[in-house]
């Protein structure tokens, strides 16, 4: 789900899934681990989850007769990347409107 252009931003507007994310970040953890450390369902966490993985920020892998959840590191990385593009315009922009703020009367346009 890529929401004008930000790579799983809008995945994270929810409590929960960004919760779900923060514990990934830590550690893998199965679905059973999650809900034990939040105040939701299995089956709620398995929905998260499912739109976490759909949106490209989570990947699983088996493990024995469970499924380890872990973030991806290529969705994170997109992720970074588009905070970091919004930061460096904001960083951009702020430096602009300093300039400009300490530009003589006669030089302002």
Excluded at 66 to 87: C, E, F, H, M, S
Aim: net charge negative; proline share 7%; with cysteine.
């Amino acid at each position: 789900m890529d929401t004008y252009g930000d790579p799983g931003l809008g995945l994270l507007g929810d409590p929960t899934r960004r919760a779900i994310f923060e514990l990934l970040a830590r550690q893998p953890c199965s679905v059973g681990e999650l809900a034990d450390r939040l105040p939701i369902s299995r089956p709620a966490v398995s929905q998260h989850l499912r739109v976490l993985k759909d949106g490209g920020l989570v990947v699983s892998r088996a493990d024995g007769t469970r499924r380890v959840y872990q973030l991806n590191p290529a969705g994170v990385t997109a992720l970074r990347a588009y905070l970091d593009r919004v930061w460096q315009d904001a960083l951009t922009a702020f430096q602009k409107a300093a300039d400009d703020d300490t530009a003589p009367e006669e030089e302002k346009p």
